[in-house]
């Protein structure tokens, strides 16, 4: 519980922060948005030019893309912080967070939400909502299932951004780690099964992008079966407890340099 | 100008300080080189040709692109042009007898041949662990043409990332917001992901009017052989034109900024 107000007050603190430039946040949604206007507009072009891709239609295409930014965005929204950790690593201050009798994960991780991402997120959720039930007529309790794999989803995001903060604190390069991990989740956009083997299995089951991205959209259309429903959580719980001790392991070897 | 040869010189040692950093830059790139590979070649899986692309030519493209984006948009941090106006750094180039945008215009370039370096290398070991099929049919008024646009090109997109990064003059803790909106459309419009050839007529023609792919997708086109003739005269003009444009606009807001800077933070 009190790591849960501790969180609050970061989160209300870090909205407060970003508000204090409406201008430029908005600047940045309308890049988001563009962005995912203009990619939008290129799977269709692209659907245009091949009759189907991966044996998936247009429409499971774009509701792929569009869960893709679902999840994309959640973590953005609620791992924001990881972006700057760096300083917090090089100057030394992360002294002044270990010090605290709090989790020092709830600040690096969950410190610094992100209003912009949450702006958004809203409007993908609607978007996705509306597009699933005019495209795709699924049952309701299908909804139930995919918002879960969603969750699922966010926890394997957050064992990422964890590893990227252990080997933050190893060897510092923090920036350009996190932006390797965005490099490689920009592969999903589209459908795992679009890529060819060896790549599909390596990114469905050694680095679990596919689970993350693809399988919520596929239990929704009907194309997962239980036992990858299954395998999907139970990957995720593993991944989480690796990235935690990984975490505490790295943070054994954090020389509070410069401080 | 030997002052400008010992800030290369430097900025060529600096760059293998953080060699971590430098190699990890390069994976990223690497990286993206490799989505779009597997990307088109999953695609083509469905059909020999897609938009008038040939599996050989798409992939000839996309390492093209790397060299390109090599070439062109390879930086150093230029995020620090923000940081040094807001945090009032600038004031310490000011007062020293070099050119500020000089003095950028050369770290970058130093930038630059590091990275052309890296891509060639990569390109190289790229395709002999994948030895896709490639299209190279250029001539030599394709290269001198693809030297001629790199060198519009490169200041060109210098000038443009000035242009977001002088914001700071203005609005000093966020130098980041426009060059975010900037980055979106070069990975968008310019055509790292996909050939513009794939935009409908109408579309190919409205970004012909953007400074985007001047950068990464006409470079490319006529490395390739794609542009020839009146056609590659057009473009290089057009080109030209957009980094006279830029000029013009980086120069103005310099100068405005310079008047309201307060060297706030010293």
């Known amino acids: 519980m009190k790591n849960f107000r501790v969180w609050y007050l970061y989160s209300i603190n870090s909205f407060q922060r970003t508000l204090t430039n409406r201008f430029i946040t908005l600047v940045f949604v309308v890049s988001k948005f563009i962005r995912i206007a203009i990619f939008l507009f290129f799977l269709n072009l692209l659907l245009q030019g091949v009759s189907s891709l991966a044996g998936y239609t247009r429409e499971q295409i774009i509701f792929f893309y569009l869960s893709f930014n679902l999840i994309d965005t959640g973590s953005q929204f609620l791992f924001r912080n990881v972006y700057s950790f760096r300083p917090l690593i090089v100057s030394g201050d992360l002294d002044l967070i270990l010090l605290k009798p709090i989790n020092p994960l709830i600040r690096v991780l969950l410190g610094g939400m992100d209003i912009m991402d949450g702006i958004m997120l809203l409007i993908i959720l609607a978007v996705v909502v509306y597009f699933g039930i005019t495209s795709l007529s699924v049952p309701v309790f299908f909804w139930l299932g995919y918002f879960l794999l969603i969750i699922n989803s966010i926890f394997i995001s957050a064992a990422f951004h964890i590893f990227v903060l252990g080997f933050g604190v190893v060897t510092t390069s923090v920036d350009h780690l996190i932006l390797i991990y965005r490099d490689l989740t920009s592969l999903m956009r589209i459908p795992v099964d679009v890529y060819i083997e060896p790549l599909r299995s390596l990114l469905t089951f050694v680095i679990p992008l596919g689970v993350m991205y693809t399988f919520p959209p596929k239990f929704l259309i009907g194309l997962l079966s239980w036992q990858l429903i299954v395998l999907s959580f139970i990957l995720s719980v593993v991944f989480v407890l690796i990235s935690l001790v990984f975490w505490s392991r790295c943070l054994r070897s954090y020389q509070s340099a410069s401080s | 100008m030997r002052r400008y040869l010992a800030v290369f010189l430097i900025d060529w040692q600096n760059q293998f300080v953080y060699r971590l950093n430098f190699l990890l830059w390069r994976l990223r790139n690497i990286l993206r080189l490799l989505m779009t590979f597997f990307l088109w070649k999953g695609i083509y899986q469905t059909g020999s040709a897609v938009f008038g692309f040939s599996q050989p030519q798409m992939f000839s493209y996309i390492l093209l692109v790397l060299l390109v984006q090599s070439i062109i948009l390879s930086a150093p941090s230029a995020d620090n042009i923000g940081g040094e106006i807001g945090s009032g750094d600038l004031s310490n180039y000011l007062v020293k007898p070099i050119s500020y ?166």
């Open chain 2, 101 to 266: 945008l000089k003095y950028w215009f050369v770290r970058d370039l130093s930038s630059k041949l590091l990275n052309v370096i890296c891509a060639l290398i990569e390109i190289f070991l790229l395709w002999l662990i994948f030895r896709p099929e490639l299209v190279l049919n250029f001539s030599v008024s394709s290269l001198i043409g693809f030297l001629l646009i790199c060198l519009v090109s490169v200041p060109a997109y210098y000038f443009l990332s000035l242009l977001t990064r002088f914001v700071s003059f203005w609005n000093p803790e966020n130098t980041w917001g426009l060059s975010f909106l900037i980055i979106i459309f070069i990975e968008t419009l310019a055509g790292s992901i996909f050939p513009l050839d794939i935009l409908p007529a109408w579309g190919k023609l409205a970004v012909q009017f953007t400074p985007f792919p001047y950068l990464i997708y006409y470079p490319a086109a006529i490395f390739l052989g794609k542009i020839t003739g009146f056609y590659l005269l057009r473009i290089l003009l057009q080109a030209f034109i957009w980094m006279l444009i830029l000029f013009f606009f980086a120069r103005l807001v310099w100068i405005k900024g310079l008047r309201v800077y307060g060297a706030e933070g010293k």
